[in-house]
């Protein structure tokens, strides 16, 4: 057996836990990452490990946008040049599977530039 109070059965109550403690509202997404990011906020080891792997996946993200733009450049130009013909329609196929890719991978990058 240990000391440790028991705890309250009714998780959805906050008589059992005090007049101090009670649910509070989470902060929004971007303002977390915000302070999180701020080189001038203090941080924990773990909040700076984090903002540590924050900006290395960032960096990732930017460095792969710029592949896939390179690589929908190309397949756009190869698909202008082979026009109606089944090459052209492939060429303009994987130009749309790369454009998608580039507008998830924008919308990941601007998450960060909150």
């Given at each position: 057996m240990t000391n440790e109070p028991a705890l309250p059965t009714d998780?959805?109550?906050?008589?059992?836990?005090?007049?101090d403690v009670g649910c509070k509202q989470a902060a929004p997404h971007a303002e977390?990452?915000?302070?999180?990011?701020?080189p001038n906020m203090p941080k924990s080891e773990r909040e700076h490990a984090a903002a540590c792997e924050?900006?290395?996946l960032r960096a990732d993200l930017i460095s792969c946008?710029?592949?896939v733009k390179t690589e929908?450049?190309?397949?756009?130009?190869q698909a202008m040049v082979h026009g109606k013909t089944p090459h052209g329609a492939t060429y303009e196929a994987?130009?749309?599977?790369?454009?998608?890719?580039?507008?998830?991978?924008?919308g990941l990058i601007r998450i960060y530039d909150l």
């Open positions: 998780v959805g109550s906050n008589d059992q836990l005090g007049p977390l990452l915000a302070q999180l990011m701020d924050i900006e290395r946008r710029g592949t929908l450049n190309h397949y756009e130009r994987e130009a749309q599977r790369l454009a998608a890719l580039l507008e998830r991978i924008d």
